[in-house]
Each structure stands twice: as structure tokens, then as C-alpha cells.
């Protein structure tokens, strides 16, 4: 049986968040006046309790108050303004998967949505957190790949590693690798870019990826036979060709070879390096 003390201590800890509750109430009621006169961007930014304090008043109900933080988060993004119009969003967030680390699409939400509103560094933040207390989940480094680093930064080794990670969980599409390496072609490691469609190549079973797959294979070939080419050249020459057409012009081509994948060649004459032009899209 409980002892009085231990009756007491329950009832104050029940009272607490009853009274948690009831403020919770309270402020939504507040937010919603707020709204309707007009000062909602101004004064909301300054109504969301810091993690740290959050965390202290929960009374271990961390995942309940990780709901009403979410709800407080979806809410507040739908009744805000334009681009850098929601302040409080990141620190909402922040409050959600703290208190709820393991609730995934807090941070799928975030990757999609904080760099559109001007919250990059914030967003890349919550989705390293949620790799790191989610392993499991294909679509928080998946959303994070697409999101954040392809579309936003266009940082596309790192949105290939991403994605590349997102293949390797559990239940993960299988098209992630194909995926993968069509952003591993928009970067200017052919070496990585070859190895990661050859794995496709050999892995895939699916006829439309391995046709793909192939056409990748012959791109990059190209490129790196034009590579040697030019490193002949200029053993033979002392210089590189000024152009692909001097490599024809030599005798070392009978003609520039066409592109399988309709996108063309970028020449470096000072480092006789040849890119892919990704200036044109795959099949145009």
C-alpha cells in the first residue's frame, strides 16, 4: 500500500502537470489571440521554452510534451508567413526530438521544410541528430540527401552519401542506389561515379537500371580513354591538345566519340582533364 507520503508525492507530481496542461491550454488560446490581432510573428518567437527547460518541467511525460511541442510546430508553420517568417521553428523542433528522440518524422519534416524557410544550418543539425537516434530509418538520410544538400547546396557528393546510406536500411527502396549514383555523376569524381553504376550494373535485376547503368559505364569510359589520350599527347607534344580536336587532328581519334548519354564533354586544356557537362540534362 501507498504510504501517505508517497500518496502526496503522486498527487503533487499529477497536479504539476495538470497545471502543465492547463498553461499549455492557456497559451494555445494566447497564440490564437495573438494571431487575430496581428502580432503573431512578432511575439510568438519568444513564447517557446528553451530544450533544457522543457525537459526539467515534462515530470517524465517527455514523450506527451514532445506531441504538443509537434502539434504547436505544424500549427505555427501553417499559420505563418513567408520565407524566415517562423523564428520559433527551429527551437520547436529541437524541443520535439529532444524530449522524443526516436519520433522519425520530426526530422524527415525537418529536412523538407526548414531550408525552404532560410533554417539550413538548423535543419542539417536535427538530421544528423536523427541518423544518430533513428539508425534504423531509410527516409531521415534519404529526405536529407534530396533536401537539404542536392536541392539547397547542391553539395552532390554529400547528397549521394546520403542516399547511398538510405539503401543500406532496412526496407529501403531499391532504387536508392540508382538514385545514388545518377547524384555521384553530378560531381566531378568519374572514379566514384563508374564504381557506383558498375555495382548497379552487376547487382541490379531490374532490365530499365541495368540499360541505364550501362549507359553510365560507356559515358565514363569515354572520359577516361580521352583522359589517357591527352596525357599521350602531351608526352608527345609537351602540352596538352588545346582542344578534343587535336587528339583527332593527331591521328590519336578518328573522331570525338558521341556521348551515350546526350550530355557532352567539358576539356580542361591546362590540366588536359575531361568532364562530364552536366550543364545538359540526361538525354537531351
Known amino acids: 500500500m501507498f504510504s501517505t507520503q508517497n500518496l502526496l508525492t ?55 510534451i514532445s506531441d504538443l511541442y509537434w502539434l504547436d510546430s505544424i500549427q505555427y508553420l501553417a499559420l505563418g508567413t513567408a520565407q524566415g517568417g517562423h523564428p520559433a521553428l527551429p527551437v520547436m523542433l529541437e524541443n520535439v526530438t529532444t524530449l522524443d528522440p526516436d519520433f522519425e518524422y520530426p526530422y524527415i519534416f525537418s529536412s523538407l521544410v526548414m531550408p525552404g524557410e532560410g533554417y539550413t544550418k538548423p535543419a542539417i543539425k536535427l538530421a544528423d541528430k536523427g541518423i544518430r537516434n533513428v539508425p534504423n530509418s531509410w527516409q531521415i538520410p534519404y529526405y536529407a540527401g534530396l533536401s537539404i544538400y542536392q536541392i539547397q547546396l547542391q553539395d552532390y557528393n554529400k547528397a549521394s ?30 572514379v566514384k561515379a563508374y564504381a557506383s553504376w558498375k555495382v548497379i550494373y552487376d547487382s541490379t535485376k531490374n532490365k530499365y537500371s541495368k540499360e541505364r547503368a550501362q549507359l553510365y559505364l560507356d559515358h565514363y569510359d569515354i572520359i577516361f580513354g580521352l583522359d589517357k589520350l591527352a596525357v599521350l599527347y602531351k608526352e608527345k607534344f609537351g602540352r596538352f591538345p588545346d582542344s578534343l580536336n587535336d587528339l583527332v587532328t593527331a591521328g590519336y581519334l578518328k573522331k570525338i566519340p558521341d556521348d551515350p548519354l546526350g550530355r557532352g564533354f567539358i576539356y580542361n586544356k591546362e590540366t588536359g582533364e ?8 540526361f538525354g537531351n
Open 161 to 190: 552519401a546520403l542516399v547511398e546510406l538510405a539503401s543500406k536500411k532496412p526496407g529501403a527502396p531499391e532504387s536508392l542506389p540508382f538514385i545514388s549514383a545518377v547524384l555521384r555523376s553530378r560531381t566531378s569524381d568519374e
Open 274 to 281: 575531361v568532364l562530364t557537362d552536366n550543364s545538359r540534362r
Open 10 to 64: 503522486h498527487f503533487t507530481k499529477y497536479l504539476l502537470f495538470l497545471l502543465c496542461a492547463f498553461g499549455v491550454w492557456v497559451s494555445q488560446f494566447g497564440f490564437d489571440q495573438i494571431w487575430i490581432e496581428g502580432g503573431y510573428q512578432r511575439r510568438i518567437s519568444t513564447t517557446v521554452l528553451p530544450v533544457n527547460v522543457s525537459r526539467h518541467i515534462s515530470l517524465g511525460f517527455d514523450n506527451l
